[in-house]
């Protein structure tokens, strides 16, 4: 059982530009905790710097009641699972997972017994015998993740473990995981560059960019209250649909369109400026008086389709149910629930009226 | 074709003298007296396995420093690494018979001349062998030995428990490489060893065949030469195929 606790984390390769930059996060015991972001934004970084294989530049790093900054990643009682795996290749399943505890000294007997637990919970066991190059993908992770829970470590590390499965053994995985969290009830950081991946397995979400924390918070929390434009168009898909504009007579006078909006929360504080509407795809829907667009694509999913929708200069995704039967080309009426509509500053990108 | 230059070699050691010259392989007359002028003549059993025991104890070290260094350079981050990297990489182009008279002098200083030590320690480090090892474990994916870590070894344990395995084609050749290197040097052993008892194969045959001991017979000259060839011979012939093997085996995952 443990807590982690990231204190002002800075951390940079070359001394010029910051990879993370002033990371503050509290990880509560017991906590899935997801970290998620695109590409490059520094996840695997803070990943290795919580195992202790990257040192932070300046900041602190707690596991419980630790200041674990220079405890080297062997004696921070954690594991960690790889998106290549990284089983050893010259090794029987067996040894991959016996390996930690060999250097560790766990008699034979025990390693025994840890291991063929370890091989009935994640259904391994028929694999023990064979070496990393005879298992498929879905099996070299089960394996990956029987390493680490061999150990019994008190955090668990999982940097993109999904990304190299297809799309249903990743869905099939993804469930697994979060099987496993009850089961065990361990604390664990999940890094992965999938939001939707990010919003089915996490208790909470971090959202980092450029190395910078965007949103911490619940799935749902993030969804529905992004802190800024960032994380509004990361979470979601399809994504948020923004309008940049001048709010005038309680208007959105955006580049060839205009949209009422003085139903809206607080319009009136943003006479005269310069904003960023955003309205998600499920909160744009058909009516027989609203705002009419043409639509210029259409995409039928069976159980709902989207409407691709050209405002000015624009395009607006509206998401609507399936049964209504529209062309390509054809002009409709759409209106927005602005109770749901977010505004953002135009200069910062922040949430205005954030709370 | 190409076997034929080797081929008369053999069959002219089993010659009588004066049939060598015949340009055809066959004689009625094989015998082992060359061979037995040899052993009789020399103490080229006794070169044999100083040979052996150089070339080994070279090939040995050449690979476990060579491997340290290699993958120091390759997955230790220190200051100045790429600095010492670079000039281990110069040495490389210093040629060899500009450090020759100082490592002699070296030797003699540490009185050395005329021990095993002078054949084997100035041929422990190889910068050839630095540089296969550095550059074949800049491959090896970085999670294993990330894994590795978190796991619980330490340096040595990643290189020996993790890396070597994985090396197998790499370690095979610079140990083919090193060997043979240590095995066929003929002027170093000549600069510091000059007691028989001690001199390598290659030198005693050359001595032989130079200093006068042969007495022009080529037959005895041919058989030094051939039993000189036939051990590293069989050792390439042992690895190749082991090599070949272990580079079509190795796959590694990415
Ligand atoms: N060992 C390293 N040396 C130099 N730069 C690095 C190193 N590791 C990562 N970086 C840089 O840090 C940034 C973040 O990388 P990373 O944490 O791997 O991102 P992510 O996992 O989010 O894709 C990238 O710009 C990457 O180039
Ligand atoms: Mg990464």
Excluded at chain 1, 83 to 90: D, E, R
Excluded at chain 1, 166 to 172: N, S
Excluded at chain 2, 153 to 158: G, L
Aim: net charge neutral; proline share 5%; charged share 20%.
């Amino acid at each position: 059982m443990a807590t982690i606790t990231l204190k002002n984390i800075n951390k940079s390769f070359d001394n010029i530009h910051l990879v993370i930059n002033k990371f503050d996060l509290e990880i509560n015991d017991g906590e899935f905790m997801v970290l998620v972001g695109p590409s490059g934004c520094g996840k695997s970084t803070l990943l290795r710097m919580i195992a202790g294989l990257e040192i932070p530049t300046t900041g602190e790093i707690w596991i419980s009641d630790t200041l674990v900054n220079p405890v080297p990643p062997k004696d921070r009682n954690i594991a960690m699972v790889f998106q290549n795996y990284a089983l050893y290749p010259h090794m029987s399943v067996f040894d991959n997972l016996a390996f930690g505890l060999k250097l560790r000294k766990v008699p034979k007997s025990e390693i025994v017994k840890r291991v063929h637990k370890a091989a009935d919970i994640l259904e391994i066991k028929d694999l023990l015998d064979r070496k990393p190059k005879q298992l498929s993908g879905g099996q070299s992770q089960r394996v990956a993740l029987g390493r680490a829970i061999v150990r019994d470590p008190k955090v668990f590390l999982f940097d993109e473990p999904l990304s190299n499965l297809d799309a249903k053994l990743r869905v099939h995985m993804r469930a697994e995981i979060k099987k496993l969290h009850r089961q065990l009830g361990t604390t664990m950081i999940y890094v992965t560059h999938d939001q939707v991946e990010a919003m089915t397995i996490g208790d909470r979400i971090v959202i980092l960019n450029d190395g910078v924390i965007q949103q911490v918070g619940t799935p749902l929390e993030v969804y529905q209250n992004p802190a800024n434009r960032f994380v509004a168009s990361f979470i979601g898909s399809p994504p948020m649909n923004f309008l940049e504009g001048k709010i005038e007579n309680g208007s959105l006078l955006a580049e060839k369109v205009s949209i009422n909006l003085s139903e809206a929360k607080n319009i009136h504080k943003l006479e005269g400026e310069n904003v960023i509407f955003g309205i998600r795809p499920e909160n744009i829907h058909l009516t027989e008086d609203g705002l009419e667009l043409p639509v210029v694509i259409n995409e039928p999913l069976g159980n709902e389709t989207f409407l691709h929708l050209q405002a000015g200069q624009q395009i607006l995704i509206a998401r609507i149910p399936a049964l209504e039967s529209i062309q390509l080309g054809d002009r409709v009426r759409v209106s927005f629930d602005l109770s749901k509509a977010c505004f953002f500053s135009s200069k910062t990108e922040d949430r205005l009226f954030f709370t | 074709m190409f076997a034929y230059p080797f081929l008369w070699m053999i069959s002219a050691t089993l010659k009588p003298e004066i049939e060598i010259g015949e340009i055809g392989l066959w004689s009625s007359n094989f015998s082992l007296r060359s061979y037995k002028d040899v052993i009789s003549k020399i103490p080229i059993g006794r070169a044999l396995l100083n040979s052996l025991f150089v070339s080994s104890s070279v090939t040995f070290f050449v690979i476990i420093f060579g491997s340290i260094v290699g993958y120091a350079l390759s997955r230790l981050r220190f200051f100045g690494r790429d600095f010492i990297f670079g000039v281990i990489l110069f040495t490389m182009v210093i040629p060899f018979q500009i450090t020759l008279i100082p490592m002699y002098i070296l030797m003699v200083k540490f009185g050395w001349v005329d021990t095993y030590l002078s054949l084997i320690v100035p041929g422990m480090i190889s910068t050839f062998g630095i540089l296969l090892f550095r550059q074949f474990f800049r491959d090896i994916p970085q999670a294993l030995v990330d894994a590795a870590k978190i796991d619980g070894c330490n340096d040595f344990q990643i290189l020996f428990r993790i890396i070597w395995p994985l090396s197998k084609p790499v370690i095979i050749t610079v140990g083919i490489l090193s060997f043979m290197g240590s095995w066929n040097d003929v002027l170093w052993p000549l600069i510091v060893i000059r007691v028989q008892k001690l001199m390598t194969m290659p030198q005693l045959v050359t001595i032989f065949k130079v200093g006068g001991q042969a007495e022009g017979q080529l037959g005895a000259q041919l058989a030094a030469a051939t039993l000189l060839a036939i051990p590293i011979i069989l050792i390439y012939a042992f690895f190749q195929r082991y090599f070949i093997e272990s580079m079509a085996t190795s796959g590694l995952k990415g």
